[in-house]
Each structure stands twice: as C-alpha cells, then as structure tokens.
C-alpha cells in the first residue's frame, strides 16, 4: 500500500467527518468549527509522532535521560480527538463487503 501525504490524509479525513455529520443531519457552525478543532489536534498529534520518532522515547535532561514529554502530550491530545468524535457522535463506518472503502 502506497503512502499518502500527510496533507491529503488530513483533507479525506476533513471529508470523511464532514461527510459523516451531514449524513446524520448535523449541521451548523459550532459542529464545523468542532471539526477544524479535531483536525488541528490532528496535525499537532502528527508532529508530536514525528517529534517521538526524531528523538526517540528518552530525551536528554538535567539530571540524564528523561522520558519525551512529547509521549504524554501526544496521549492527552489523542483523548482530546476522541472525546470530539464522541461529541460530535460520529462512529467508525464499516466497509462494504464487495471491497469498497478508502481508495488509496
């Protein structure tokens, strides 16, 4: 399976929840402006990935390694996602069974 950019990752995903919510019949400005907050923890979750991945799980400290502080945020900005998606009451759509789903 071919990688897909981190930007065009980001817009389906825009689509996907957009999509989502206008099929559930939720519309509005508070509920967009959920969604752009979801997709901005979205980006901050993928810089802290790449931040985790650069500099590894330990980091140097005043007093020798220390555990990446990056792994904490990213497990509180994960929860943030998720309790939006909760609020929003959006839920995982299931794949059609002829194989249809994400075209990556």
Do not use: F
Not at 12 to 19: F, N, P, T, V, W
Not at 35 to 56: A, F, P, R, T
Not at 82 to 97: A, D, M, Q, T, Y
């Amino acid at each position: 399976m071919a990688k897909v950019k981190r930007e065009t990752l980001r817009k389906r995903i825009e689509k996907d929840l957009i999509s989502q919510l206008k099929g559930k019949g939720i519309v509005g400005n508070h509920y967009s402006d959920l969604v752009q907050d979801y997709l901005s923890l979205w980006d901050l979750k993928c810089d802290l990935i790449d931040d985790i991945n650069e500099n590894g799980p330990k980091v140097s400290g005043m007093h020798g390694p220390k555990s990446n502080p990056s792994i904490n945020d990213l497990h509180k900005t994960n929860g943030q996602m998720l309790k939006i998606i909760s609020e929003l009451g959006l839920r995982p759509v299931p794949v059609n069974e002829g194989g249809e789903g994400d075209d990556v």
